[in-house]
């Protein structure tokens, strides 16, 4: 199992929860950027720079992920496309079959009335509570990961 970030997006604070966790269970961590990222050095953290354009590394993220990998993203386009593996966004918010695609009508919703010019700005700031939730739902994922590799030994 790998962890493939969307990084050009992705909120600092949510990096490192990321970074920490990549340490102390011992997981790949993938961030995808059209621009050079910092990171810590690590055996378990890795950087792929990409070449600017429209959807670049969200392409690459798809063309890489494998059942079972966990793709961090707030780009709920890009979590439609790796259902059959998991998807995680920023806030906590797990995609799946079920809801992935009501997000992403949401999205477009709203997206549509932005353009129109009846709805301006963007989601508010990761909050102390999106970055607890974040923490959270990742930890229950690598236990539950972590245990099924456990137990086909």
Known sequence: MQIWVDA???PRVIKEILFRAAERVKVSVILLANSA???PPSLYIATIQVSAGFNVADNH?????QPGDLVITADIPLAAEVIGGFALNPRGEFYSENNV?????MRNLMQEL???GEITGGPPPISMRD???FANQLDRFLAK?????KESF
């Open 8 to 10: 050009d997006a992705c």
């Open 37 to 39: 990222l910092r990171t």
């Open 61 to 65: 993220i798809v063309q890489k992920v």
């Open 101 to 105: 695609f009501e997000c992403l009508a």
């Open 114 to 116: 932005r353009s129109g």
């Open 131 to 133: 970055r607890q939730a």
């Open 145 to 149: 990961e972590i245990s099924l590799v």
